[in-house]
């Protein structure tokens, strides 16, 4: 399984944009890229899958370089109730399993 | 929108003691999960199910560990004899889209081992 390191945490202001990346050096040719988001006391929940370049939907924005050594999950416009931890995941299409790292703690300021 | 949903909320257990946590995945899904988050920690995995068998289980899962889809809409995971590190926040996931696809979790089960 690749590893994936992310900022512990980072702070924002309301209504700003919050780029988070994620670094995965060692992303194998099979590896997608997921983002889950996890509120306190509540179990995960999925943003955004993506394999290359960018994918979009409601909610985030995903960026890939050609090289898919990192990626960046980008929330536009953030409010206070985008408050979480927000991981970052790299694993194989067929594997069973979700592997959560520490994540990062994104606080959203009035 | 569908939604999996855990019982109970909270338990609380003396160590030693059975517990059976369960879990109602959504309706058509068909690939099942459990995870566990022990406070301030990641979340990690324990378990998948599937066509009535497990899947793949992790280091965790140990014999004191056994999940069970008993009808058509449950899915539980018993403890046999808990252990004060048992408690933690279990997650119950279900996914329509099998391994790779998007999983969608519960709210959880606190357990709390004294």
């Known amino acids: 399984l690749a590893k994936t390191t992310q900022p512990i945490s980072m702070d924002s202001y309301e209504g700003q944009e919050v780029n988070i990346t994620c670094s995965h050096n060692n992303i194998a040719t099979n590896d997608y890229i997921t983002w889950y988001q996890q509120f306190p006391s509540q179990g995960p929940r999925f943003i955004i899958q993506g394999y290359k370049t960018k994918v979009t939907n409601e909610v985030a924005s995903l960026f890939i370089p050609a090289d898919r050594k990192s990626s960046t999950l980008s929330l536009p416009r953030v409010s206070l109730s985008d408050t979480a931890v927000y991981y970052c995941l790299v694993g194989q299409t067929g594997a069973n399993n979700l592997f959560f790292g520490t994540g990062t703690r994104l606080t959203v300021i009035p | 929108e569908p939604e999996v949903t855990q019982t109970p909320s909270h338990q609380v257990t003396q160590m030693g003691q059975e517990v059976i946590l369960r879990c109602v995945p959504i309706?058509?899904?068909?690939?099942f999960y459990w995870y566990r988050q022990i406070l301030g920690q990641k979340v990690e995995f324990l378990v998948s199910?599937?066509?009535?068998?497990?899947?793949?289980k992790s280091e965790i899962f140990d014999d004191q560990f056994s999940v069970e889809r008993p009808d058509g809409s449950n899915f539980t995971l018993k403890i046999r004899s808990t252990k004060l590190e048992d408690s933690a926040m279990y997650f119950c996931a279900s996914s329509d889209s099998g391994p790779g696809g998007e999983q969608f979790f519960g709210p959880g089960t606190r357990l709390t081992v004294l």
């Open positions: 199910f599937y066509n009535n068998e497990i899947s793949e």
């Open positions: 309706s058509n899904h068909l690939y």
